[in-house]
T-cell receptor, first 106, second 114 residues
Framework: KNEVEQSPQNLTAQEGEFITINCSYS?????LHWLQQHPGGGIVSLFM???GKKKHGRLIATINIQEKHSSLHITASHPRDSAVYICAVRSDKIIFGKGTRLHILP | DTAVSQTPKYLVTQMGNDKSIKCEQN?????MYWYKQDSKKFLKIMFS???????INETVPNRFSPKSPDKAHLNLHINSLELGDSAVYFCASSQGIGGVYGYTFGSGTRLTVV
């Protein structure tokens, strides 16, 4: 079993829908990151969380340390949000999830 | 004005060759990283340097040797390339260890070993 599990693996939704991507981990961590990889391959760092919740524009990330779980939400989704979203945790090393491929249909 | 720049963007080479990938950041960050993304798009950390000192060295074959001449540069040299080394290699930087303020990634180097 992977130390970092993301769900769903793939998600297709209509423009405007509220999107939730989940990340569960089984190790003790000092921080969790959400990354976005565009179809062209470029990677952007979205959030770093160690507790609570962060918001940036239409993106919201939450983390529950006790439950070892984080969620990334996208409100009013748009086709330009189509990308792979990757969860990464920092324990004694950096461990990546396998990513969630999101496709937003116009 | 690219913040983290990698060269080359594409590299096609034969098995057994030695090659280098260069990375430079102009953000003033003190920590730099190399990641490998395999054909299944799975990212793995390879190395991390903080102020030119190696702080993360994952189980990477010793054919891979990072070199950090200064805080702004982290190059990756690969000896005796093998087919399984084909992947996209990403360089990244952050201020502080662990990316507390987030990471900035380069655009990747697609290495193809034939």
């Amino acid at each position: 079993k992977n130390e970092v599990e993301q769900s769903p693996q793939n998600l297709t939704a209509q423009e405007g829908e509220f999107i939730t991507i989940n990340c569960s981990y089984s190790v003790g961590i000092s921080a969790l990151h959400w990354l976005q990889q565009h179809p062209g391959g470029g990677i952007v760092s979205l959030f770093m969380l160690s507790s609570g919740k962060k918001k940036h524009g239409r993106l919201i990330a939450t983390i529950n340390i006790q439950e070892k779980h984080s969620s990334l939400h996208i409100t009013a989704s748009h086709p330009r949000d189509s990308a792979v979203y990757i969860c990464a945790v920092r324990s004694d090393k950096i461990i990546f999830g396998k990513g969630t491929r999101l496709h937003i249909l116009p | 004005d690219t913040a983290v720049s990698q060269t080359p963007k594409y590299l096609v080479t034969q098995m057994g060759n030695d090659k280098s990938i260069k990375c430079e950041q102009n953000l003033g960050h003190d920590t730099m990283y190399w990641y490998k993304q395999d054909s299944k798009k799975f990212l793995k950390i390879m190395f991390s340097y903080n102020n030119k000192e190696l702080i993360i060295n994952e189980t990477v074959p010793n054919r891979f040797s990072p070199k950090s001449p200064d805080k702004a540069h982290l190059n990756l040299h690969i000896n005796s390339l093998e087919l399984g080394d084909s992947a996209v290699y990403f360089c990244a930087s952050s201020q502080g260890i662990g990316g507390v303020y987030g990471y900035t990634f380069g655009s990747g180097t697609r290495l193809t070993v034939v």
